[in-house]
């Protein structure tokens, strides 16, 4: 069974601090990874994308790796706002474009 | 800006009450799926579309149907609502299968007392 594990489940971090978000997946044939952000009470909303042969991408203060051999990926968040308060969800496409979603992290940031 | 649309909000309703979802995507897209997210269980696939008037099951469709007789409508039934089917319910669509992103409304609280 395809799976996909994020930590951690929450956290909580100072404004102006970063953090990173890890996701796990066992999800083979790869096709792609996506990180969704979602505000409380919003739909998700695509961050970024990362395919199997990226190993880094920015999007603003966002930064997504990929590792495709462990595969693992992170989302690193850089010179935390308060605006970043939101969960974070992973999801993998296998190639099927079957896709299989994470639990999600939430993210608290504090003034 | 591309917008999908959901009908309620937020809704409360009785067992066994007939519960309608509607949601709609300005967009073109032939993909329409819904979702319910709960706590610690992330998204799940109830049911989704490729095309008008075709619907496929996903993971947990057992209490629920859906209709599409438009592109850009595609709505979510619960015959007979229950307790358990509370629960944050997620319309999306795209244009490409499985690799494509993603396009979320806003999302429908439905609690059943």
């Known amino acids: 069974k395809n799976q996909v594990e994020q930590s951690p489940q929450s956290l909580i971090i100072l404004e102006g601090k970063n953090c990173t978000l890890q996701?796990?997946?066992?999800?083979?044939?790869?096709?792609?990874l996506r990180w969704y952000k979602q505000d409380t009470g919003r739909g998700p909303v695509s961050l970024t994308i990362?395919?199997?042969?990226?190993n880094t991408k920015s999007n603003r203060r966002y930064t997504a790796t990929l590792d495709a051999d462990t595969k693992q990926s992170s989302l690193h968040i850089t010179a935390s706002q308060l605006s970043d308060s939101a969960s974070y969800i992973c999801?993998?496409?296998?190639?099927?474009?079957?896709?299989?979603f994470g639990a999600g992290t939430t993210v608290t940031v504090r003034a | 800006d591309v917008k999908v649309t959901q009908s309620s909000r937020y809704l409360v309703k009785r067992t066994g009450e007939k519960v309608f979802l509607e949601c709609v995507q300005d967009m073109d897209h032939e993909n329409m799926f819904w979702y319910r997210q709960d706590p610690g269980l992330g998204l799940r696939l109830i049911y989704f579309s490729y095309d008008v008037k075709m619907k496929e099951k996903g993971d947990i469709p057992e209490g629920y149907s859906v209709s599409r007789e438009k592109k850009e409508r595609f709505s979510l039934i619960l015959e007979s609502a229950s307790t358990n089917q509370t629960s944050m319910y997620l319309c999306a669509s795209n244009g490409e299968a499985g690799a494509g992103e993603l396009f979320f409304g806003e999302g429908s609280r439905l609690t059943v007392l």
């Open positions: 999801v993998v496409s296998g190639n099927d474009y079957k896709l299989s």
């Open positions: 990362m395919t199997f042969s990226e």
């Open positions: 996701c796990n997946y066992t999800v083979s044939p790869f096709s792609n």
